[in-house]
């Protein structure tokens, strides 16, 4: 039985790999059209900043360990340009000279990634995405060509992108960042972003946003806002698209989307020929649609549920969370599941829950605060998302949180975890047990909340809105309008507020709590802003 | 309304301001034999090292602080010394000057923790426990009047025990640790306790294990291996009991383990008296049975579960899985669920898996190495417990696998959680992925495993011990008896390994899975070393 692997990546390593533990007798032919297979993707960025020093660390493998161990027969700088399902055989390009090769399989896997969509034309200033070991070469070597004073223009503020902008500056470079949406990182909802701006300004960086670019120069740069840049090096990060054409000329069904569709054994519409990694289609755990996520975690399991498939043994694949993470200059940033922006569009009825806790207990020195934001079904109290932004534990919280919602925990039920605490690690109510006491608050209505966009509807009803932190915080600066009353005095002074429906809060909406428990049983009508006065201000700025 | 709670720290005050939220009416009166209340009981260990610096910062509330804001009536200084079940009263007795009280209530909440044991008799040298301000305030007299070559002797080496430790060692102290059992952590398995014995003594600290104090002196102690040891202060750390007795001596139901028989709505046998915390017993997550787990997490859980009883609202609590964590030296010691020798003593069927993974990607930099072990119920594939030992991420890991046990995933959907990656963060496969992919080979047979600990045997038996890791890896080490065959080289030599059945080795376990899928495919009967030399090498030393 012969099986042809087309990408030697990821998705297509992987699948070889697994194979080959699987089926000893197999055949198994990996057609990559680059010069390098198994490369650590996603260490590319580090590498071009200098973090990571030795290139060859970035090769897991190489052609001739992968036949020495699992005794592949890997092929680089062979392109597949066409397959023929008919005649079972798949036409093969040498990238070098040209030559085609035609070669016949039982099996095919698709997994040859995705690309960068039309790209920039440079006329003159080198433009180059970051996906292979050929960009960063080509990168460090226009950089070094430059030498000091070198000037990048980054266009597109995703997850790549970011990490294209920390490492040209910690090589530094003078980087001006490019973004069509209004702020970076456009999965965070707007009132998370603020601390990714906030890095980026932080770091000398100049960001344009709700920009693109009109023409590239000799050596510049002009931008739809009348900005002109000098740059010596573009890089082209606006995204990429799923290397699905192959399969779309043979015939394959290719989704909307433009990712191939699998079933949930990364079968295509030809039971012969498999697809995973970034050319796929997944199917999206919230709302079971198809989506595309492109994830390294994904590309190898999926790769690994390939080859099970073809050896008969394969479990189905489990819908994609999509939980990611970044970081830049010192900023943890991630997330899982949907976004309150996407939400929304989709018109899904979801309730918000924002905090902001402690990576570990405030008495022991060291605790860094993040902001967490938990998106949840008003019906089922099921977790749809969660955001978190930060910086120590970070990480930790979103998987913890990516492994709820795959146990189908609801937000609720976060207040259970029992979560390993000693005072440097966490906290006796960990940051996630807190965030799931206060959605149990707003499930049971316990406590009514009201969102940060929604402060200036309320007051223009003639809402009072109590600032319940003390009288020292609230001089250090507080939303318009809003009385002081501190928290510890509202039982004292309440004949003080005036008869109108109340939205309380404080600093990060714990206090505000308390205060919204106490006046609603002294018969107020009130709310608590959720997040507190730390919410409002990332969202209002 | 009114309800008595007697203990005013973890549980005890977390039962009284949840119940204060959910009822403004209510009389609540919080009785505290000590001086303070709220207190950071997890952090004292770190004031006596100096990492906390700031003797307030453990204080987190104060009798003033609680009147203020929740209006809760706490009494300092006041021991409840009776419980009449029948006129529903408590006799209080004033800890300074010996008056006593009697207050009524309509309910009660037992929250008095648990003290350690028969205390050692000091004879001259002070003896102290490490549980309370008033210990912390002792034990750093004494440092401070000994001053300079102070030396210490901790009797215990659970995770107060070792905590002590540490804190000691950072003051400047000497500190001999005697332990009664044969390791110290003695909830961890032997062969992953290897770490916490080394950093005990690369940190200068004297070990005696197998040992108990058998006489106290002026200024030593005597141990009965036949040491006598020099010390200016004995911390008493070898365990606690629950602070039961007046619940005993007042009819109520008291468990085979010393602890407060509860419901799940943290209901005593009396259906007006709730208890919480250290006092009570649990459910078992993993046996159902009645235990001791001793977390302020769960202190603080029940506490907030028996005031929303009180109220109506509660849901019931969840049975107690015991994640645990310690740090030492920079080590970081973390688990859940059962270890291997409390399922074996229990006679209760296992599977056990061992890896070593990193906690972020190897090819970027700063990655640490850490041991984990996962328990594994051979029926269901259930995750009956796990350990880990390491640096970086340990906190990470031993937090998700708590968290899928509660979502009821099983040890081989461990490989499908998508958890947040990026190279500084985690792995494509992350640690918990690989264990999970681990796991599920062994449950599905694909390859056979051997423990550390069964080798012996095997090679009594006539199988030969194949180690595949390169000659260089074996010449620098290897298990005695074992034949060196490279992975790489198998394919070509096979026929030089004699017929007999096979355990395959490398260093961690990973290469001889590969090795094992081979030879199992070669025709060839093996099993491969779970957690490879490194596990074997930790268990047999
Ligand atoms: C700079 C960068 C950083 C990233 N960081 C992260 C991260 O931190 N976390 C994360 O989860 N993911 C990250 N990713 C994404 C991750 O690398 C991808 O999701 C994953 O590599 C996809 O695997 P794949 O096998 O589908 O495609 P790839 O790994 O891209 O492999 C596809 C291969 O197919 C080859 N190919 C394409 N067409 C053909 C053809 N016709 N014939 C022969 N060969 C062909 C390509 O040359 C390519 O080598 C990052 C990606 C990049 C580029
Ligand atoms: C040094 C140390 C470190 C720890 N580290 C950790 C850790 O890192 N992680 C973790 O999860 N847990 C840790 N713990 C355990 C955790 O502190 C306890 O599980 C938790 O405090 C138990 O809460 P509780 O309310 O039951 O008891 P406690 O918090 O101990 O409170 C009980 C209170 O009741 C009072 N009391 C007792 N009897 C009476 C009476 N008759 N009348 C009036 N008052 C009475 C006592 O004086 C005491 O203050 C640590 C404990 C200690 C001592
Ligand atoms: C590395 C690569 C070739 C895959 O090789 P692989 O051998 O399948 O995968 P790994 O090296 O991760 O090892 C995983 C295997 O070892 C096993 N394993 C891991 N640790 C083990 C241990 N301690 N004991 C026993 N088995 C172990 C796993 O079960 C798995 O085997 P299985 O698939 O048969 O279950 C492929 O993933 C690749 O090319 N990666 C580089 C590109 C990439 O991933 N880019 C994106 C991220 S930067
Ligand atoms: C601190 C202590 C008095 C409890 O006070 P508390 O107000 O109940 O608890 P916290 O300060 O943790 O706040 C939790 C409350 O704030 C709410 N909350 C937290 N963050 C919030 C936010 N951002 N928005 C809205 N509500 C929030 C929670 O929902 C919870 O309220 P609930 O119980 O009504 O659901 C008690 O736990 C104690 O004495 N602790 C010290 C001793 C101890 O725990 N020792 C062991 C560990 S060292």
Wanted: hydrophobic share 40%.
């Amino acid at each position: 039985m012969k099986t042809i692997i087309i990408g030697g990546v990821a998705g297509g390593m992987s699948a070889a790999t697994r194979l080959r533990r699987l089926d000893e007798a197999a055949e198994i032919v990996v057609f990559e059209r680059g010069p390098y297979v198994s490369f650590a993707n996603c260490g590319l960025p580090y590498y071009v900043g200098g973090i990571i020093e030795d290139r060859d660390s970035l090769l897991l493998q190489t052609p001739k360990s992968l036949a020495a161990r699992f005794r592949l027969d890997v092929r680089v700088n062979e392109e597949v340009i066409q397959i023929n399902r008919k005649a079972k055989t798949v036409r093969v390009s040498n990238v070098l000279d040209g030559t085609t090769t035609t070669e016949s399989y039982d099996f095919l896997i698709l997994a040859a990634g995705a690309t960068t969509g039309l790209p920039l034309s440079g006329r003159g200033v080198p433009v180059r995405s970051l996906r292979t070991v050929d960009d960063v070469d080509a990168i460090t070597a226009v950089l070094e060509d430059v030498g000091a004073d070198a000037r990048a223009v980054v266009v597109g503020a995703g997850f790549i992108g970011l990490e294209a902008v920390e490492n040209l500056v910690a090589r530094g470079v003078h980087v001006t960042l490019v973004q069509r949406g209004p702020r970076p990182l456009s999965p965070l909802d707007p009132e998370m972003a603020g601390p990714v701006l906030e890095a980026l300004l932080d770091h000398g960086v100049d960001v344009h946003v709700n920009s693109t670019v009109v023409d590239v120069g000799a050596s510049r740069v002009q931008l739809d806002d009348g900005s002109f840049i000098r740059t010596d090096l573009i890089i082209e990060a606006r995204g990429v698209r799923p290397n699905s054409h192959l399969a779309r000329s043979a015939g394959i069904t290719v989704g909307a989307t433009g990712g191939i569709t699998v079933d949930e054994y990364q079968r295509t519409s030809d039971p012969s020929i498999y697809a995973v990694g970034d050319a796929v289609e997944k199917t999206d755990a919230i709302d079971g649609a198809a989506t595309l996520v492109t994830m390294a975690g994904l590309a190898n399991r999926h790769g690994r549920t390939a080859a099970d498939a073809i050896a008969g043994i394969a479990e189905p694949s489990a819908p994609a969370l999509g939980t990611a993470i970044v970081g830049l200059f010192g900023l943890t940033v991630a997330m899982v599941g949907w976004s309150e922006t996407r939400l929304a569009a989709y018109g899904r009825p979801h309730r918000v829950v924002h905090t902001h806790p402690s990576s570990h207990a405030g008495y022991y020195p060291g605790a860094e605060q993040m902001s967490m934001k938990l998106l949840i079904d008003p019906e089922t109290d099921a977790i749809l998302g969660a955001q978190i932004v930060g910086g120590a534990g970070v990480d930790k919280r979103i998987d913890v949180i990516a492994t709820a919602m795959t146990g189908g925990l609801t937000a609720s039920q976060l207040s259970r975890l029992e979560l390993a605490y000693a005072p440097q690690y966490g906290s006796a109510k960990d940051a996630v047990n807190m965030v799931g006491y206060v959605a149990d608050n707003v499930a049971t209505g316990s406590t009514q909340s009201i969102q940060w966009h929604e402060v200036d509807d309320a007051m223009g009803a003639g809402e009072t809105l109590v600032d319940v932190r003390t009288a020292d915080e609230f001089s250090r600066g507080a939303i318009p309008g809003a009385v002081s009353l501190p928290l510890d005095e509202i039982r004292a002074r309440i004949s003080e507020l005036p008869d109108t429906p109340l939205v309380v809060h404080c600093q990060v909406g714990q206090r505000g709590h308390t205060a919204a428990r106490l006046l609603t049983q002294l018969g107020r009508d009130v709310r608590n802003l959720d997040g507190g006065y730390r919410t409002w201000l990332a969202g209002m700025s």
